[in-house]
C-alpha cells in the first residue's frame, strides 16, 4: 500500500470548496428525484439527477468571496 502514500483520495480530502459544492451538488440532485418521483413518474436515476443538478449549478453565476471573486471558477469580480 506504499505506492499510494500522500495521494489523497475519498471525500475527507476535498477542500471546503470542494466540500461545499459536493454538498449543494448531493442536495439539488436528491431534491430533483425526490420531485421526479412525485405523482406516480418514473422518477430520474442517480446519474441522470446528479447530471441535471451540475447542469443548474453551473448556470447559476458563482458567488463571490468577501475578496470580490467568484467562489468557484468563473472571471474575478469587478
Do not use: F, K, W
Not at 21 to 33: D, E, G, I, M, N
Not at 39 to 66: E, F, H, I, K, N
Amino acid at each position: 500500500m506504499d505506492h499510494y502514500a500522500g495521494r489523497r483520495r475519498g471525500c475527507r480530502n476535498l477542500t471546503d470548496v470542494q466540500d461545499e459544492l459536493a454538498r449543494r451538488l448531493q442536495s439539488r440532485a436528491a431534491r430533483l428525484r425526490a420531485e421526479a418521483g412525485r405523482d406516480g413518474g418514473d422518477g430520474l436515476s442517480v446519474v441522470d439527477a446528479v447530471a441535471l443538478a451540475a447542469v443548474q449549478l453551473g448556470r447559476q453565476p458563482p458567488a463571490p468571496t468577501p475578496q470580490g471573486r467568484p467562489a468557484i471558477g468563473g472571471a474575478p469580480g469587478r
